[in-house]
């Protein structure tokens, strides 16, 4: 039990573009998901908490216009990245916990690439 | 805010040997994860072990939480076990992971 997933598992767009990222439980419901963000040979950076049905929070130094996350449902939340730029290229990871501050499960992770 | 440090950075080992890996933080946590990222980038879940002692096949982690460290132990360790280790923790109740930088094992056969 306690299934992430990520879809798109890859994904190459052109500078100035959005592209969106979901990140769904599927075998159970979570109030609360977390994104991450990790560069090559780094650790995982946390970039939001997104809750169910209100805003998001982010951390210090994350543009929230750039980084809009959505949690519209309790299995479902979303990463858009507004007007990428080749900086903007990472592995974003996604994880979510069955009681909001338990145990986290982690999603396969999304590598986005802007050219 | 709270700092994760793990120990050593990089790991290389020859298959069948035992190794322990060190994750130290500055804070009191509410609770505390290992996990193991494999080469596609999957975070495995290893152990959840605010205190104590627990064990799951040839790995057993420690977490003594009143000395702000954890130990995981790996033992007869195999090729499959190379990949970066993750510490990361739980403090307050925010529900918030901070990871330390991981450490990198390579296990040559």
């Known amino acids: 039990g306690a299934v992430v997933s990520q879809h798109p598992s890859r994904v190459i767009c052109k500078s100035g573009t959005s592209v969106k990222i979901e990140c769904r439980s599927l075998?159970?419901?979570?109030?609360?998901m977390f994104w991450y963000r990790q560069f090559p040979k780094q650790s995982l950076m946390l970039m939001a908490t997104?809750?169910?049905?209100?805003?998001?929070?982010?951390e210090q130094g994350v543009e929230k216009d750039k980084f809009l996350i959505n949690h519209a449902s309790l299995t479902l939340s979303t990463l858009t990245v507004t007007s990428a730029h080749p900086e903007d290229s990472s592995f974003y990871i996604c994880?979510?916990?069955?009681?909001?501050?338990?145990?986290?499960?982690f999603g396969p992770g999304t590598r986005l690439t802007v050219t | 805010g709270i700092q994760v440090e793990q120990s050593p950075p990089d790991l290389i080992l020859q298959e069948g040997a035992n190794s322990t890996l060190r994750c130290n933080f500055s804070?009191?946590?509410?609770?505390l994860q290992w996990f193991h990222q494999n080469p596609w980038g999957q975070l495995i879940n290893l152990f959840y072990i605010p205190s104590g002692t627990k064990q799951n096949g040839r790995l057993s982690a420690t977490t003594v939480a009143t000395e702000r460290y954890s130990l995981l132990y790996i033992s007869s360790s195999q090729t499959t076990d190379s990949g970066v280790y993750f510490c990361?923790?739980?403090?307050?109740?925010?529900?918030?992971?901070?990871f330390g930088q991981g450490t990198t094992l390579q296990v040559k056969p």
């Open positions: 997104s809750n169910e049905g209100s805003k998001a929070t982010y």
């Open positions: 994880s979510a916990s069955i009681a909001g501050v338990g145990e986290q499960y």
């Open positions: 075998d159970f419901q979570a109030t609360t």
């Open positions: 804070d009191s946590v509410n609770n």
């Open positions: 990361a923790v739980h403090p307050g109740n925010t529900g918030k992971l901070i």
